[in-house]
DNA sequence: ACGCAACGCATCCGCC
DNA sequence: GGCGGATGCGTTGCGT
């Protein structure tokens, strides 16, 4: 313990400042996010079945990076060692 | 200080016992799990492809109930109040 | 089948791009902020320890409000509600 | 194309189903210790507490005590930040 | 040993 | 004000 702890106390207090802005600024996104389901279901939409679309569509993309990284690990497996009994 | 405190305590301790319980036949599983792979692995398999099949699997399983719940919700949207407007 | 359904058609899609597009907005500053957090990990800070800070910051910074308005309420109460900022 | 490939086929099948068979075990025990939570609760005990007891208990006390002191240094570094190369 | 990913936990918000 | 669901955090386990 000593000099090096002590030197790192402006460099912490920078870091911790930056990381509560970041976070501060996702809160006010975040309400706004909130604000915008509001306004809809004002306008006579049901917000679970908006969630259930926004939530489908991220899922959808999801899926198609999944499956074209599944499609190479698969492709890996067969030219590789998969099974050494069926070599 | 009296009694009520005591019943609480045996009560209290029963559960947190009960807790502690079933996390370490958990455990014990999960151990079971990673040795069934171990197994695989020196087998041949390679445990990579084997964990995507299992993902795959469980995911495949759960995007069918959800579609279920999906088209649930979908159904009541349109028989209830999706949109106002549109009516 | 008509207009207002394309109306509302319409309004649907306006309101799943705007959510879609804030919560872009969120990832790129969440992912901003894991960036902070790895440039300060590889300055030699515990990155679990800075969280702390930060989680306890944040607490106090609520805790801080709370007292604060609990303040404001008593003194409204002695001054008779008059009082905007116990000025 | 032939019998090895069959009998890593049945290996695969019968690996996968074990592993299948072991997260169900799993899963149907967290199940139970989440129950467990909720009887307790309705036995008016607050499951907050109760999981901060579980986790004490499993923690080891040595481990607490550096993470109590290091989180402590921190503190004071950001609170002081009065040195710059060394104290 | 590090980084990534999945799981479970704690918190918060909306609903009842 | 309690409850359930949704979101974000923290932890643990896995692969590299």
New interface residues.
């Given amino acids: 313990?000593?000099?090096p702890?002590?030197?790192?106390?402006?460099?912490?207090?920078t870091?911790?400042e930056?990381?509560?802005h970041?976070?501060k600024?996702?809160s006010e996104?975040?309400e706004?996010?909130r604000e915008?389901?509001q306004e809809?279901k004002s306008?006579?939409?049901?917000p679970?079945?908006?969630r259930?679309?926004?939530r489908?569509?991220k899922q959808d993309q999801k899926e198609r990076d999944e499956h074209e990284s599944?499609l190479e690990?698969?492709l890996r497996?067969i030219n590789?060692?998969?099974?050494?009994?069926?070599?």
Same sequence: chains 1, 2, 3, 4.
């Fill in positions: 313990m000593g000099g702890v002590d030197v790192s106390g402006d460099q912490l207090r870091i911790v930056r990381i509560e970041v976070e600024e996702i996104l975040t706004g996010k915008i389901y809809a306008n006579g939409f049901d679970k079945v908006l259930e679309i926004v489908l569509r599944l690990v698969y497996a590789g060692a998969c099974v050494s009994k069926a070599a």
